[in-house]
């Protein structure tokens, strides 16, 4: 059971329910507030620990002078405060003694010890219930008290704005992440590209050389007569048979060749020799 204020006659039941809390709703009548992080327990622990050790009890303050106390201790627990403690839970407190008159706690005109307790349970794999109660007892332990609600209340907006700082930084990691992702496989689609460019360059470049490759076979492979004063040979000799004579641009295939007589074949089949002078190679 929480704990019970004595001679509390009333006390407005609090529960936070914000950007970080599930719909779902626990009331307390004794000033106590719990509501359901969408966070997991390991989280919700990280951050309410640090909460838990920061030194500052929020929401309260010695007389009118400030809107929280300073100096606070973390401690492993209390025997002025034992809350429920579920199977499992993890339990973090915060002790200010030496209080004076601290706001927001009835019968708090004496010097006394705040204690704070935090209650972390895992509900599931995404969602943990936490649970914050403060007392007030005096050094004299006579007329001992819990908060209005107002330390709760803003020690879970402590908490709130870390689980929030730690989210928005859990999201600025993933979009660096995925940014750096993004940026290798542009780098990659790029090497590739490259790649990909070089391979073409080369292929290119060895087309290149087949052509010329095949225009200097073609010149060797392929003659023209240079006028109309060539004849086309028997043999290869000047006084040989005269098969033909050849028209002036008449293109001939070289199927041999000497130093100075060329055999060659016509368009027309026929084969015969032509002496080079009367030859050049084809454009």
Not at 105 to 131: C, F, H, P, W
Not at 258 to 282: C, D, I, K, M, Q
Request: one cysteine or more.
């Amino acid at each position: 059971m929480m704990f019970m204020v004595p001679n509390r006659r009333w006390v407005i039941p609090l529960i936070l329910v914000l950007s970080l809390a599930s719909p779902a709703k626990d009331h307390h009548s004794d000033g106590s507030l719990a509501a359901e992080l969408q966070v997991p327990y390991d989280t919700a622990v990280q951050v309410v620990s640090e909460v838990a050790a920061d030194g500052t009890i929020r929401g309260t303050g010695e007389y009118a002078t400030a809107s929280e106390i300073t100096g606070a201790l973390p401690a492993r627990s209390s025997n002025l405060l034992r809350p429920e403690t579920p199977q499992g839970a993890s339990v973090f407190y915060k002790v200010h003694a030496s209080t004076i008159a601290p706001r927001h706690y009835n019968n708090s005109a004496d010097m006394g010890t705040i204690v704070v307790a935090y209650t972390v349970e895992k509900i599931s794999d995404d969602r943990s219930r936490l649970t914050i109660e403060s007392i007030y007892v005096p050094d004299s332990h006579h007329g001992r008290s819990g908060s209005d609600g107002s330390v709760e209340s803003c020690e879970f907006t402590a908490i709130e704005t870390k689980l929030k700082k730690l989210s928005d930084m859990k999201e600025q990691a993933k979009q660096q992440q995925e940014k750096e992702q993004q940026e290798v496989r542009v780098r990659t689609l790029r090497r590739q590209l490259a790649d990909q460019q070089a391979r073409f360059d080369a292929l290119n470049a060895e087309v290149q050389q087949l052509e010329k490759r095949s225009a200097e076979l073609r010149q060797l492979s392929v003659v023209r007569s240079k006028s109309g004063e060539g004849r086309l040979k028997a043999s290869p000799y000047a006084r040989a048979e005269t098969l033909r004579a050849l028209t002036e641009g008449e293109e001939l295939d070289v199927l041999y060749r000497t130093a100075s007589w060329y055999r060659v074949r016509t368009n027309e089949g026929h084969v015969g020799w032509v002496y080079y002078s009367f030859l050049e190679p084809a454009r």
